[in-house]
Each structure stands twice: as structure tokens, then as C-alpha cells.
């Protein structure tokens, strides 16, 4: 069985969308392109392998037939792929949003799980920022207000980013994404999203897009941010590459690998599991693949055991991805 599942992207027009993957050498469909979604097991967006023996079948055909060989030994026989990893490319600003956890989705939107999600800045325009949580305390009778009378930007947390920035968005934070950003995005294998606010923008249809009001302000945190949003990397012992810690909670787990000329994959979890990889920045080997930054693939639980190698001829970094707490122990440190 193949040690690395390399998919085809699925693309996603936006109205906020650009066309920034373009300048990471990609071929991609006209229109303003908001969305390259690498992995998903989402609904319909089903991920399509691209190599080796099991090209052409789909993530969730793989998941259920491969389970143990490829994704390890942590998952129950009828779950589905946990993580859902994209790259946002924004080139107008989104809408103010927020996402539910999992048991208002259960009661409330059953179809969806919760969902809680991390973003790596890859790139930012000089005057980028993005919102993340409310700038004072607020109440939901004061925010419906203020989302009525088209001000409801004024209490928010604008922050300035750059290139190497991370923020943990959990259920509940108000957040939107300004201009001029590229952003890895980590999250549950879920859509469920609330929208706040639209800045009275028509949709394709030339009408304003869908609010969801109600459901946001019952599950908005409407405390002032405390900052804690915007992670700071941990450093992590290693004696051949630099390793920082960026996230480790109950959905995913997130680090980061800088390294020159050859890097053995670490294992970040006490069981065998698979391992996603997102390039950062550089060019790096892994076995036949050259890859890029934002190039994505899957290395299974036997290759991560096998001690896969990469290499690069420069600096290189990439984001280790994984499942979180809820199915897997993370390796003491």
C-alpha cells in the first residue's frame, strides 16, 4: 500500500475571491477563485487521489476501505475523515462570521459538525488584518443593534498580520478575514458557518446574501478577546531541523518543521496515524513529489513509521497536521 496520497484540488468561486494560486503555479478555473480545498471528506467535495495504486478513488472510498493500513488505528469503523484542509485566498474581505461547536450543530444543524479551525498566514499584503473576537465586552441585545443599523463592524478586534502569523479560531469567535491575504486554513470536516454580517454585498443572484442571525447571537462568546487568539509557536527539542509546536487541542494538531538539506517526518503521536504535510514555504522532496508552498499531501501511518525522508536545497518550511485529542496521544516532549 502507497506511503503518500497526493489529491486533486477542488476549487471554489467566490465573491471575495482572487486569483493569487496562480502565483503559486497553479492552472486554475476562471472566476474569482476563494477556495483550494486539499483534503476533504466534506458532504459532496470529495478529495480524488492522484498517485500511485489507489489514483482515482476518493478520500472517503480510502477512509472506509483503508482505515488501518493508511489513517492508523484510532478511528471507529463508521466515522468519517476528521480534518478538512484549504487555502483561502482573499482577495475582498469575508463576511464577519462565526461557527458553532459541536453540540449546538447536533441539535441545531445535524447535518454539520462544529467547527473549530486554525489559519496560517502564508502571505499578507502590507495592510492586511483580520478580525478576531470583539474589542470590549458586549452584550447580544447591543451587537443585534448594531448589526441592524449597519455598524456592526465598530466593536470588533481588527488585528494587522504578516507572513508566519497563526491564530486558533474556536466555536464562538467572531472573526472575518480582511483583503489581500493567502491563508493555510486547518478545521473540522465541517461547514458550519453563521454569518453576521455582509457589508450589504449582493450575492451572484444580485440579491444580499443570506444572514443567520439568530443562531449567531445565541452562540457568539461576546466577551472581550483576550488576545489568546494569535498562537505562539513552542519550541520543541531537535537535533537536525527546528520544530515549534503551534497548536494541540481536542479536533487538530499543528506544528511547524524549518529544516535544510534532509528531514526525517517526525511522529507526533503515540499510535500510528497519518500525517498530513503543507508546505510553507520552499521546495521540498518527498520521494517523487517536488512540492511547493501550499502543495499538500497525506503521508499514512506505515510511511510516518517507515521514517519517510524529505529534503530541500534551500530553507524550506512545511505544517505537520494531525487529528487531535479526541482520537489520538500526542509524543511527550
Known sequence: MQDILKF???????????RKLENLGRVIPSGKIGESWEISDFGNDLSVIDNGELKGITLRE???????????????EDESFP?????????????????????????????NKGKK??????????????????????????YRYLIENNKAEEPLFYRN????????????????IGPGCLILEVQQSSDSTYRVYDYGRLGNDGRPRELHLEKALRVLNFSKSDGREKLEPIHISSNFYNR?????????RMEKISF???????????KPAFHIISVIHGEI???????????????????????????????SEFALIGCGTNWLEPNEF
Open 260 to 270: 535544510n538539506n534532509e528531514c526525517i517526518i517526525p511522529n507526533m503521536f503515540k
Open 62 to 76: 480510502c477512509f472506509k476501505n483503508y482505515k488501518k493500513e493508511i489513517f492508523g488505528e484510532s478511528f471507529i
Open 285 to 315: 522532496k518527498i520521494d517523487d513529489f517536488i512540492l511547493t508552498t501550499g502543495d499538500t499531501i497525506l503521508v499514512s501511518a506505515k510511511g510516518i513509521l517507515n521514517q519517510i525522508k524529505c529534503s530541500t536545497k534551500e530553507k
Open 8 to 18: 486533486k484540488p477542488i476549487y471554489k468561486d467566490k465573491i471575495w475571491g482572487g
Open 244 to 252: 515549534y509546536l503551534l497548536t494541540s487541542n481536542d479536533k487538530f
Open 161 to 176: 498580520i504578516q507572513s508566519g502569523d497563526i491564530f486558533l479560531i474556536d466555536p464562538g469567535t467572531v472573526h472575518a
Open 83 to 111: 480534518l478538512l484542509v484549504k487555502i483561502i485566498d482573499a482577495e475582498d474581505k469575508l463576511s464577519v462570521q462565526v461557527h458553532p461547536d459541536d453540540e449546538f450543530s447536533k441539535n441545531h444543524d445535524p447535518e
Open 117 to 142: 479551525e486554525a489559519w496560517f498566514i502564508l502571505k499578507a499584503n502590507p495592510s492586511a488584518e483580520i478580525v478576531c473576537g470583539f474589542s470590549k465586552d458586549i452584550s447580544a441585545e447591543e
